[in-house]
C-alpha cells in the first residue's frame, strides 16, 4: 500500500505526468517538432516524393505487350 500511495504522490508532483491532456498536448509538441524539423531537412522533397502517389499505369499498353507475347508464341 505504501507503493501505491508513493507513486500517487511523485504523480501528483511531475507538472507533466499530471494529467492525460498534459501528457497528450506534450507528446502533439514534440511530434510537431519533429515535423518541422523533418520539413526543413534537406531530404523533404525525396519524402514528399516518396508520399506522393504512383502514376496511374497504363493497361493498354500492358495488354498489347501481353498479346504480342502470346502472338509471339502461338507463333512458335
Do not use: H
Not at 502533439?28 to 502514376?55: D, F, H
Amino acid at each position: 500500500m505504501n507503493g501505491y500511495f508513493d507513486r500517487e504522490a511523485r504523480l501528483a508532483d511531475d507538472p507533466y505526468l499530471e494529467t492525460r491532456e498534459k501528457e497528450d498536448a506534450f507528446l502533439q509538441r514534440v511530434l510537431e517538432t519533429v515535423e518541422r524539423g523533418a520539413q526543413a531537412s534537406p531530404l523533404a522533397g525525396l519524402a514528399a516524393l516518396l508520399q506522393a502517389s504512383p502514376p496511374a499505369q497504363d493497361n493498354t499498353a500492358v495488354e498489347n505487350d501481353l498479346d504480342t507475347a502470346m502472338d509471339f508464341i502461338n507463333g512458335l
